[in-house]
């Protein structure tokens, strides 16, 4: 493949951590400046090793392999909601679309995300076009807009019971 040519990819992916693990499932961002990947156990040895596992007990990617990288740095990151934390950063090489990449992942906690991946556009820079229309885990987003059909017929059949349900308080 020429290194000019740039590769089609949806709005998630699968991603194969070589090495590590394969089949991922990805979630593709554009507004997402870094990567990150749901990681566990993280630690600095004695030595200044920085270990961690992927994943976590019960997810289906999880090997308990320990990895173990002399070579990191640390990020501060902030959320899209403002909340700001220090992370520890990692480069992999991973497999996605048939492309082998070298990409630098914040080691995080995404075990609350839909997906344990996540890609930004660092890593999709000069590599990817992203076609929103494309999916690879359709099914997933099925869920979650049965869930948000759920929510909106009860927020519709009683406005206050919804917000005191979910938001705890007494509207004033």
Avoid: C
């Avoid at 740095?73 to 492309?99: K, L, P, W």
């Avoid at 099914?139 to 919804?162: H, Q």
């Amino acid at each position: 493949m020429n290194k000019k040519e740039l590769t089609i990819t949806g709005r998630n992916a699968s991603v194969d951590f070589v090495g590590h693990a394969k089949h991922v499932p990805a979630k593709v961002d554009t507004g997402a400046d870094s990567s990150s990947v749901w990681a566990t156990n993280i630690r600095v040895d004695e030595h200044g090793v920085l270990r961690f596992t992927l994943f976590d007990e019960g997810s289906k990617w999880y090997t308990g392999e320990v990895i173990e990288r002399p070579h990191y740095n640390v990020a501060m990151v902030r959320s899209a909601s403002g909340h700001e934390q220090i992370r520890y950063r990692v480069e992999f090489t991973m497999r996605v679309e048939g492309r082998r990449i070298r990409a630098v992942f914040n080691l995080s906690d995404r075990s609350r995300n839909k997906f344990p991946v996540l890609i930004g556009r660092r890593s999709l820079s000069g590599k990817f076009i992203v076609d929103v229309s494309k999916a690879r885990y359709r099914e997933s987003g099925k869920v979650f807009e049965m869930e948000n059909g759920l929510l909106n017929r009860e927020l519709t059949k009683d406005p206050y019971e919804f917000y005191r349900k979910y938001y705890g308080k007494d509207i004033q």
